[in-house]
C-alpha cells in the first residue's frame, strides 16, 4: 500500500536529514512537483493516498536529492522575484541573494525608457525580474554559452516578458555602438581552489559560470573596464561579487574613474553588490 501526501513527506525527510539542512521543505518540493499540485495541497489533502508511479518518482527524486543534486535540476525550476523559472545545469541556478541586485536596479535614477544590459544573463533572472517591475525599459540580455541563451529565451517566451531580448554575446562582443543607462551583472567570482566548489548544490553547477582567475577579479575587471565605453553618461554599473571581495571592486572601479562608489549587503548581512557610476 502507498503511503499518504503527509507520509510520503515524513518518510522523504527522515531519508534526506543526514545531507539536507532543509530535508523536509525538499521533500515538500519534490512531491508537490511530482503531483502538479500548489504548496496549499499539502495541507488541504495530507491524507490523499498516492498512486504507485507518483510514489516511486518520489522515491527517485528523494534518491537523486540524497546524492546532492540540486532540488532544482530535480524539478527543473526555480523560483526567483515571485517568477517561476526553468532551470537546468547549463547554467547557475538563481538565488535569493541576487535579489539584492535586482532591488538596487530598481532604486537607480535612470529614465523612464532606460537602456539596461544584463551580462551573463544564465536562466535571465535578473533580466526578466527587472522587466516585469519596468515594463518601459528596453532591456538585453547576453550570456556567451549557446544552452544558456536558448534557456533564458524559453524562460523570456513562457513568462511573456516582452521588453527583454535575449542575445548571444560574450561579454560586450556583440554590443558595438550601444549605450546603456544601467548595466547589471552576476560575473564569476570564486577563485579555482575555493573550497565550496565541492560542497553541496555547487558541486552540479557550471564551472564557467563560478571561476574566474586573478582571485576570482578577472572577469570583474574586464567588465568595469570595458563598461567605460558602453555607459551614457551617469550610467550605472552593478556588479554582483564574493562576500569577501567588496574593497577590491570598490578599487577597481575608483581606479577606473567611476564615481559615487559604494557596496549594498544581502538579507545575509554580507557585503553582495558593489555599484558606481560613470561620470
Known amino acids: 500500500m502507498t503511503p499518504s501526501v503527509e507520509n510520503a513527506i515524513a518518510a522523504g525527510a527522515d531519508l534526506l536529514a543526514s545531507s539536507s539542512e532543509s530535508a523536509k521543505l525538499d521533500a515538500q518540493v519534490l512531491l508537490l512537483n511530482i503531483l502538479q499540485k500548489p504548496r496549499s495541497y499539502l495541507f488541504t489533502w495530507p491524507e490523499k493516498q498516492l498512486t504507485d508511479e507518483q510514489y516511486q518518482a518520489f522515491q527517485c527524486a528523494c534518491e537523486r536529492r540524497l546524492q546532492g543534486e540540486p532540488v532544482s535540476h530535480i524539478t527543473g525550476c526555480r523560483e526567483f522575484w515571485s517568477l517561476q523559472f526553468e532551470v537546468n545545469p547549463t547554467t547557475l541556478i538563481p538565488r535569493p541573494d541576487t535579489e539584492t541586485l535586482v532591488e538596487l536596479a530598481l532604486e537607480c535614477k535612470v529614465p523612464k525608457n532606460a537602456k539596461v544590459l544584463d551580462l551573463g544573463t544564465g536562466t535571465g533572472a535578473i533580466a526578466l525580474a527587472l522587466g ?31 521588453n527583454v531580448t535575449v542575445e548571444q554575446s560574450n561579454w560586450f562582443s556583440a554590443l558595438k555602438n550601444k549605450k546603456f543607462d544601467l548595466i547589471v551583472t552576476n560575473p564569476p567570482y570564486i577563485e579555482h581552489d575555493d573550497v565550496h566548489l565541492h560542497q553541496g548544490d555547487v558541486r552540479f553547477e557550471p564551472l564557467s559560470a563560478l571561476v574566474a582567475d586573478d582571485a576570482g577579479l578577472a572577469d570583474i575587471k574586464q567588465i568595469i573596464t570595458q563598461s567605460r565605453d ?14 569577501e571581495q567588496s574593497a577590491a571592486v570598490r578599487h577597481i572601479l ?18 553582495r553588490v558593489t555599484f558606481g557610476q560613470w561620470p
Open 254 to 271: 575608483n581606479k577606473m574613474a567611476f564615481i559615487n562608489v559604494s557596496t549594498v549587503k544581502d538579507l545575509g548581512n554580507n557585503d
Open 132 to 162: 516585469s517591475e519596468m515594463p518601459s525599459w528596453d532591456i538585453i540580455a547576453v550570456d556567451r554559452i549557446d544552452d544558456a541563451v536558448a534557456l533564458a529565451k524559453r524562460n523570456q517566451e513562457r513568462l511573456a516578458i516582452n
Open 230 to 243: 558602453y555607459l551614457l553618461s551617469s550610467g550605472y554599473l552593478l556588479i554582483e561579487h564574493g562576500f
